[in-house]
């Protein structure tokens, strides 16, 4: 039989040893809640709620971080040319309708949802960006499509530094599943529907030119 160890009062325990009396007041992975995930000082890498749990996607290579950076910069100054929005890259929490929270590597909301961006927390956005992380595909591709697409969020696009492709899906009226509106690779040039008269050099995208 495996007996579980006894811990010991804080006042007990030993320097170097961890305080097992504070972790046991965390709760478990699953059970976590908007309230206390939006305590937690994520100062060492992102961290998103989904589905009750942490979890901490990996460091961005420097691929990805040029990639997310020139997305960022195509997509705030044209909106800085209009004066009637806001962009920020990633470490800005986006909180979705199901309850999850995620930190999109660009995001986009309109002045006229300025009610909707909180200091903590935006609620939803209008434009959001993901570049496909190589460890996990599948977490841009499909988890964050499904949950953006839910949440009402109007224009997604997924830059996939594998094979340089950069997708735009736009969400139709009454829809809950995006409509791929383009798909473009190097040499083109994509072109937002949200946003009149962005456009964007993909070969640009992924060279960093």
Known sequence: MITKPRLGTLNETRNGEPVYRVAELLPPQGEWSIDLFLRLNDDEGLLELVNGRLESPPVP????????????????????????????SAGIRVRLPNGNIREPDVVFMRASNAHRRHNEYWEGADLVVEVVSSDDPKRDL??????????????????????????????DDGATEYREAGRY?????????????????????????
Do not use: C
Not at 61 to 88: C, F, G, P
Not at 197 to 207: E, I, P, S
């Open 61 to 88: 290579t420097q691929r990805h971080q040029d990639v997310q950076e020139h997305l960022y910069e195509a997509i705030r100054n044209h909106a800085r040319q209009r004066n009637a929005s806001k962009t920020n």
């Open 185 to 209: 690779q190097e040499g083109e040039t994509a072109k937002s529907l949200l946003l009149a008269g962005l456009t964007v050099d993909v070969t640009a995208v992924f060279t960093g030119e």
């Open 142 to 171: 499909v988890e964050k499509k499904a949950e953006y697409a839910s949440a009402g969020i109007p224009e997604y696009w997924i830059a996939d530094p594998r094979d340089k492709m950069l997708t735009i899906f736009t969400l």
